[in-house]
């Protein structure tokens, strides 16, 4: 067995079993169906996610695992559960209502074969709103595949397309490296795509590979709190075990492409929340900061003032040493 499906759920009844339906029909149109198998791990579930499961497994000619929580263990635990459960040597991350291609799989496992250093594959995806039943655009337009080798470049190219879980896959033992550094977020599929990146080589996937699900936040167990979650994306940064610079150039091109701060209302208590944070370097919040007062993007004054105290510091600096920091 090569592959192991991780799909972590709460309370997702019917989008569940409609996956995992579709699952089994791709896993058993498979050249060696008995290469990949399903595990599921029922957060608590207050809906007939258990007996549905039950019965599922009752008929199904593939391997289907369920594990049932005793309580909900929250998005990271579960996720990391999941990841310590499986028994194979590669693992995909779906949500339990998104909803994959049905070439993606089988293309999954070709690449694994035929890249003996391959470590992580990314997929591209489009949205799909089931309220109205519409579709979005793909996350990136007129993108096409390509393959990286392993290497900074590489995760700094890719690190930012894990803020999105489904599709993922990668190696099972990045779960080993996220342990150790005793991290506990809602973004480890960041960690696990940055340190495959640095490690070994990575496949993006510039065709649509799946539909991912839009719900309403009042649909999920889980909120963007008042930081939009930057502060849990830049721990997995932090641990990657960088030199200064590319950590800064990390956590800066993130920022550059998804500008986390204007994902909530309050973007100055953002702002702050992310500068004023624990988990971003000294140097990054110095030029995250020099960007957004200069774009006039924070209209507060507890960032101003401090903007203002390290500019001059680095001018100080700068006119003591000669030196300035490059990147």
Avoid at 177 to 202: C, G, T, W
Avoid at 234 to 242: A, I, S, V, Y
Avoid at 283 to 289: H, I, N, T, V, W
Avoid at 298 to 304: A, D, P, Q, V
Wanted: glycine share 4%; hydrophobic share 35%; net charge negative.
């Amino acid at each position: 067995m090569k592959l192991s499906i991780l799909i972590p759920t709460y309370n997702r009844c019917k989008d569940l079993e409609h996956n995992v339906s579709m699952l089994i029909s791709f896993i058993q149109a498979l050249p060696n169906p008995e290469d990949v198998c399903i595990i599921i791990s029922d957060n608590a579930s207050t809906d007939d996610t258990s007996s549905m499961i039950s019965k599922v497994q009752e008929t199904a000619c593939v391997r289907i695992n369920c594990i049932r929580q005793e309580q909900n263990q929250g998005y990271c635990k579960n996720v990391c559960y999941l990841m310590s459960e499986a028994q194979t040597p590669w693992v995909m991350l779906l949500g339990d209502d998104d909803y994959l291609e049905p070439w993606y799989l089988e293309e999954c496992l070709k690449q694994i074969e035929e890249h003996p250093n391959l470590g992580c594959i990314i997929p591209n995806y489009i949205d799909f709103y089931p309220a109205t039943g519409e579709y979005g655009h793909l996350r990136e337009e007129n993108c096409e595949t390509q393959y990286y080798n392993a290497g900074f470049e590489t995760c700094l190219q890719n690190a930012w397309r894990a803020h999105q879980l489904s599709g993922l896959c990668f190696r099972k033992h990045v779960i080993e490296e996220y342990d150790e550094n005793k991290m506990d977020n809602l973004y480890p599929q960041i960690f696990f795509v940055a340190y495959s990146a640095l490690h070994y080589d990575v496949l993006h996937f510039g065709q649509k590979c799946l539909c991912v699900s839009g719900v309403p936040q009042s649909q999920k167990d889980w909120t963007y709190g008042d930081d939009a979650l930057s502060n849990d994306v830049l721990e997995n940064f932090k641990h990657l075990g960088l030199p200064l610079r590319h950590r800064v150039k990390l956590e800066m091109h993130y920022f550059k492409i998804m500008p986390r701060y204007k994902w909530v209302e309050d973007q100055n208590r953002a702002i702050e929340r992310i500068l004023l944070g624990p988990n971003m370097s000294f140097l990054g919040k110095y030029l995250l900061s020099r960007e957004i007062v200069h774009e006039g993007v924070y209209t507060g004054k507890k960032l101003r003032i401090w903007f203002y105290i390290v500019a001059r510091l680095m001018l100080l600096r700068k006119l003591f040493t000669g030196k300035q920091i490059r990147l």
